[in-house]
């Protein structure tokens, strides 16, 4: 057993951990949404950029990578909709950018001292003047230590990550309506304090921990093996207790790729080193994971990365008493997802008259050339004989697509070779799916159920 002492790091999947790290000045001033969305602020209290607009001035801000251009150009753009009309004064326009940036009113040393700044601003470049006023703003909030100044930065971050719970393909076709956004923005920021955990209730610790990882540009530290259903995940500062096959819990891992998110069902397992554990998944979530991480690589057909995040206990001798962070993982790189190209040919991936053949012989006994006889396609990394028996035998688990506990040729076999046989049925043609499945299923599954298990087996 590894000793546990009140000092001793949390452990970690794959170094990423949803804490308030997330919200310094450091973590959240790489991506080029972070000046995109201080400008917002700047002019409008919140985030008030609907999709298309924080799209195009976030791809603007990538192009110059110039902070004093960037909020130049949106005060140019935007002065009207926030407004700023074109008879402010100096003092005005700064008393304006200072309220909305700090969401309070500043005194007046503050208001001077900035009205002094734009005019130099303006003796340096008129034309620039008010974006190079507002770059100097942004500076001091990021490097000042007072409180009034924590909670900018903390409600500027934030904002950050709100909007990346939402930078997906549903969010860019929501809302183009500016006052939608910028209210759904100003209630999420409300309660924000300079506090840290004011930030931490704001924002869902999913989204943090994406966000976390790909800021940082925090590689895959797991895969996912589905012809033999290992998951190998990597971390840090992992801790060991007495026992066997009670080290983690997988009960408190969950899996993101394809379709909904999944939590694991296999047994507990022990550390292979305090860096390291290895799970070989049981048939029902190897069966589940194959319709998320439905193609070899780092993301699934629909584009979604594959995560995997462990939920506190995960690490089961850590104690519950010990502080860890909410939400810890890494991405997945997942491998051999193409289980029913068995035969691994180039031209015809998924074929009845090998794949459905070479699956139902080897169900059936045969061995060797009796297997592999006239029932290969061709390819430049063809499997032979030996090639297929490990294979198929390490995927078995996988292939019991009715979920009776067996792979049996006569009900198994035979109903994949049916599907093989008529591969574009849809799965709403309920004669075409009581066909495949006729005089062959076992266990409880439905029509619908066994077929979309078979369509899992070759994505």
């Not at 990578?65 to 004064?89: H, I, K, S």
């Not at 998110?261 to 290895?278: E, H, I, K, P």
């Not at 040729?409 to 799916?433: E, F, K, Q, V």
Request: aromatic content about 6%; some cysteine; overall charge negative.
């Amino acid at each position: 057993m590894t000793a546990l002492s009140a000092s001793a790091a949390p452990p970690t999947i794959g170094g990423a951990t949803v804490s308030p790290a997330d919200f310094t000045v450091a973590a959240v001033t790489g991506q080029y949404s972070f000046p995109t969305l201080v400008g917002s602020f700047f002019l409008f209290g919140a985030d008030a950029l609907e999709w298309d607009s924080y799209t195009f001035w976030r791809g603007l801000a990538s192009n110059n990578n110039n902070n004093v251009a960037l909020f130049q150009d949106m005060y140019l753009g935007l002065a009207t909709a926030a407004g700023f009309p074109a008879y402010l004064t100096n003092s005005e326009i700064v008393t304006k950018l200072l309220v909305n940036l700090l969401d309070t009113q500043p005194d007046n040393a503050q208001v001077l001292y900035w009205t002094q700044q734009l005019n130099l601003c303006q003796i340096s470049n008129a034309n620039t003047a008010k974006g190079c006023v507002m770059a100097q703003m942004n500076n001091a909030i990021l490097s000042d230590s007072s409180a009034l100044a924590a909670r900018a930065r903390n409600r500027i971050a934030a904002s950050q990550m709100i909007k990346y719970e939402t930078d997906t393909a549903t969010e860019q076709g929501s809302t183009t309506d500016r006052n939608v956004v910028l209210n759904a923005s100003r209630a999420r920021l409300q309660p924000i304090t300079d506090a840290v955990a004011t930030c931490d209730a704001a924002v869902a610790t999913l989204p943090r921990l994406r966000w976390v990882i790909e800021q940082n540009g925090i590689a895959a530290r797991a895969t996912f093996n589905a012809a033999s259903g290992e998951l190998v995940v990597n971390g840090t500062d992992m801790l060991a207790q007495v026992g066997t096959g009670n080290d983690i819990d997988p009960s408190k891992l969950t899996l993101y790729g394809d379709d909904t998110a999944y939590t694991l069902t296999s047994g507990g397992v022990d550390l292979t080193s305090v860096s390291q554990f290895r799970i070989t998944l049981n048939a029902a979530d190897r069966q589940a994971l194959l319709t998320r991480f439905n193609r070899d690589g780092a993301s699934s057909k629909g584009n979604l990365a594959y995560l995997l995040t462990g939920a506190p206990g995960w690490n089961t001798a850590y104690g519950a008493a010990q502080a860890q962070a909410a939400l810890t993982g890494t991405l997945v790189t997942a491998t051999n997802t193409a289980l029913l190209n068995v035969d691994k040919s180039d031209t015809t991936a998924y074929d009845a008259a090998t794949d459905g053949v070479l699956l139902l012989r080897y169900l059936l006994g045969l061995r060797g050339a009796a297997l592999v006889d006239s029932a290969r396609g061709t390819g430049t990394a063809l499997r032979d004989a030996a090639a297929i028996e490990a294979h198929l035998a390490g995927a078995l688990p996988v292939y019991d697509v009715d979920g009776d506990g067996q792979t049996l040729p006569h009900t198994d076999g035979l109903m994949i070779l049916r599907r093989l046989l008529n591969p574009t049925a849809p799965t709403s043609d309920a004669a075409a799916m009581a066909a495949i499945t006729a005089g062959a299923k076992r266990g409880s599954r439905t029509d619908v159920r066994i077929v979309s298990v078979i369509d899992a087996l070759k994505p």
